[in-house]
């Protein structure tokens, strides 16, 4: 099971690491995908990567911004967000595949685990 962790309450222009964990399996065989849905909106791709920690994509609206990566040794996946913006306030959940998903496309992970909200707001 993957476990999102890490989110809170942060002002804009404020700083927040998240964290995936998963608990009965390795995650250094699996790529690893970051997405968040916003109230009344559809869920997005925040962030992909491959097994290796290759990122391949980061989201538009996060570019420059948001930074993944991840520590095998750890079985850990991280998402750093900084210079956090009201329009970032969302649940964020950490995904994963056996396959590189170079679009990020959601429905393309195999494995998700409860998300982890992030509100942004002053």
């Known amino acids: 099971q993957l476990q999102a962790s890490g989110g809170g309450l942060v002002q804009p222009g404020g700083s927040l690491r998240l964290s995936c964990s998963a608990s009965g399996f390795t995650l250094d065989r699996y790529a690893m995908g970051w997405f968040r849905q916003a109230p009344g909106k559809e869920r997005e791709g925040v962030s992909c990567?491959?097994?290796?920690?290759?990122?391949?994509y980061y989201g538009d609206a996060v570019k420059g911004r948001f930074t993944a990566f991840r520590d095998n040794a750890k079985n850990t996946v991280y998402l750093e967000m900084n210079s956090l913006k009201p329009e970032d306030t969302a649940v964020y959940y950490c995904a994963a595949d056996v396959e590189p998903n170079d679009r990020c496309i959601g429905t393309l992970m195999l494995y998700w685990g409860p998300g982890t909200q992030v509100t942004v707001s002053s």
């Open positions: 990567m491959t097994s290796g920690g290759v990122v391949l």
